[in-house]
């Protein structure tokens, strides 16, 4: 899986035995139905994945190299990029030649276009914009004629570069809607889209014209929609697929494959996903420091860990634990904050006392929803949530949603207590801070908003000594663990399978976001 966003699959070429072969389509099961094919409209792999063959960024991560950094950054759309002196003007020279699936030249353009539309600027706007934080220190993008563009910036930002190369900023066409993008996405990519048919399947075929000549080397890629995991499972072992949704198969999944299916490769990575607690803070009871305080001391991290994936899980805050995460808070550091501490049952009756002066105990317990996506890797934990917030006094009831409702549920704050996966694009706090915490952020699920947090955000985002930033970063990670602005319950670890004849294939372990071109992945049967 990719470095630090801890997760997953990026596709490559190295070190591959024999000559990649031409031909065949790649056939992958996938976990359930996207709300739509935008990318940028999207808060989940779920979309990345399928869709992201389609498009190109300016930038983005080495699929060879496991784990990313801003070191592994390689020209896409763009051919070469320079800072200005004062790093407060990022300029891109892009690539010539380049032609949108339906043969339209790729411009500077298209990238003023889609920035723009990322920032709000755009009399167009996106039903859904997860993401426009990421992009709060941009004064401006500039094109400059048809080959240059320019990102003109409040104050130096050294991971902008960082953002641009995640698999969640491709570059969208300037004469297609956002609507359409929806619905029939058309981008400069190896792949082309064909269909997507809601909960039965998406399909891609082969972009006959891509810019990197000779690739892909497969014909076409689909998705059969499959939101049973054992019944995909069995699909897989019996070789109706070439391989497994990346990072969804379970660590007992995995004994199932290697018993059956012997010769399949599989691998488990972090996938910088976070299983995390999410609050309506701005409604009762939730609105209430003591019960949220009493929910993050009930905890019993190692618990969720050991019955979901027999221990091969990682405890943290809000960044990729390490050695795979690269910001990660130490081990001591970590332990200080409470409900980290290693003693369970002195955590959880401090947890009663908290609810008891809440006005809640043995006689009146609070009654409480759990809102969660209707799909394994959240119902799971959320049944073991429910269980574990019983020795305090909540009595929760599973509420399921389906994918398509589900972000837009959690934007507009209509739940009162949530169990969510949070997955960071990139392994770099300005993505993490930015996005889930900072007070206008349409991800920011919670509406936690602490103004001197968000100065300490700034302070570390500007900063240029990696030394200096990390310890800003634990402390920032610290406060927002103590302030329960989002528990964090775990990090995952997950498998990904494929068939021995499927070559090309690069498991990244801090994201899974980074690396689902599949222009280099080929089929040896």
Known sequence: MAAAMSCLLAIGSAAIAGEPKQGGIFRIYHRDSPGSASIHEGATNSINIP????????????????????????????????????KKTLTFKL??????HDGKPFTSADVKCTFDLLMGKSQQKFRQNPRKTWYGQVNDV????????????????????????????????????PAEMRTHPIGTGPFKFVEFKVNESIKLT???????????????????????????????????????????????????????????????????????????????????????RALALALDRKAFISIMFEGQGDIGGTMEPAPDGLWAMPREMLE?????????????????????????????????????????VYR??????????????????????????????VARKDYTLGLNLTGNAVDDPDQSFYEN????????????????????????????????????????????????????????????????YVKGVTIMVNSSYNGYRYEDVWLNK
């Open 51 to 86: 869709f992201m063959p389609v498009f190109n960024n300016l930038v983005i991560y080495d699929q060879h190299i496991a784990q990313n950094s801003l070191d592994d950054i390689r020209p896409e759309l763009a051919e070469s990029w320079a800072w200005s002196a004062d």
């Open 336 to 376: 200080q904050i409470p409900g980290y501490g290693p003693d369970v049952n002195a955590n959880r009756e401090e947890a009663k006392k908290l609810m008891q002066k809440a006005g809640y105990g043995p006689d009146k317990h609070l009654a409480v929803k759990v809102s969660t996506r209707n799909i394994p």
């Open 206 to 292: 082969r972009n006959e014209n891509y810019w990197k000549k000779g690739l892909p080397y497969l014909d076409g890629i689909e998705f059969t929609i499959i939101p049973n995991r054992s019944t995909a499972i069995l699909a897989f072992i019996a070789g109706k697929f070439d391989m497994t949704y990346p990072t969804e198969v379970t660590i007992p999944l995995l004994k199932d494959v290697k018993t059956q299916a012997p010769n399949a490769v599989c691998v488990v990575a972090p996938t910088n996903v976070s299983t995390n607690i999410i609050v309506n803070s701005s409604n009762p009871p939730f609105d209430n420091l003591d019960i949220r």
């Open 95 to 100: 690539r010539q030649g380049v032609k949108w």
């Open 380 to 409: 799971d934990p959320a049944v073991i949530l429910i269980d574990q917030l019983k020795s305090i006094y909540i009595d929760g009831e599973l509420d399921v949603v389906d994918t398509a409702q589900w972000f837009p549920k």
């Open 142 to 177: 500039t094109a400059n004629g048809d080959y240059e563009a320019s990102f003109d910036l409040k104050r130096p930002q050294p991971s902008l570069l960082a953002l641009l190369a995640s698999g969640y900023t491709p570059v969208y066409p300037c004469h297609i809607s």
């Open 437 to 500: 915490y900072s007070c206008g952020s349409e991800r920011n699920y919670t509406n936690y908003c602490n103004k001197e947090i968000e100065k300490l955000f700034d302070q570390q985002s500007k900063e240029t000594d990696i030394q200096k930033r990390k310890k800003l970063v634990w402390e920032i990670d610290k406060k927002l663990q103590e302030d329960v602005a989002r528990p964090i319950i775990f990090h995952s670890r997950q498998g990904t399978c494929w068939q021995p």
